[in-house]
């Protein structure tokens, strides 16, 4: 059974840093499209950072420059480094994967199998 953890969110102030990791289990990280989403209140869900399977990076213009995906196969972790966070950033913080490319490809949230539960990000300015 394939699950993913979300850890990190908290709450700074804006400029400051946090990083997000993404724990999964029950299959291999290196095969999959890899992202982190958010969602804020009364917002839609929107792609911040993908993971291509083939290890090419994609990035939301917002955080272009301010965020990095990265990940760890050995360990089956996910990251996401968040630097210079503006309140704009708040949001909940999901990670997903999925064996299609589309959704890294192309910042979308289609054919993303699986999900976590999310850790919460709150900037403050």
């Known amino acids: 059974q394939v699950q993913l953890v979300e850890s990190g969110g908290g709450s700074v102030q804006a400029g400051g840093s946090l990083r997000l990791s993404c724990v999964g289990s029950g ?49 089956n972790i996910l990251y996401l480094q968040m630097n210079s966070l503006k309140p704009e950033d708040s949001a909940m913080y999901y990670c997903a994967a999925g064996d299609n490319d589309y959704a890294c490809l192309f910042l979308s949230d289609r054919y993303l199998e699986f999900w976590g539960q999310g850790t919460l990000v709150t900037v403050s300015s």
Request: hydrophobic content about 25%; glycine content about 8%; some cysteine.
């Open 27 to 75: 299959y291999t990280y290196s095969r999959y499209c890899m992202g982190w989403f958010r969602q804020a209140p009364g917002k839609e869900r929107e792609a911040v950072a993908t993971l291509i399977s083939d290890g090419r990076t994609n990035y939301a213009d917002s955080v272009k420059g301010r965020y990095t995906i990265s990940q760890d196969n050995a360990k």
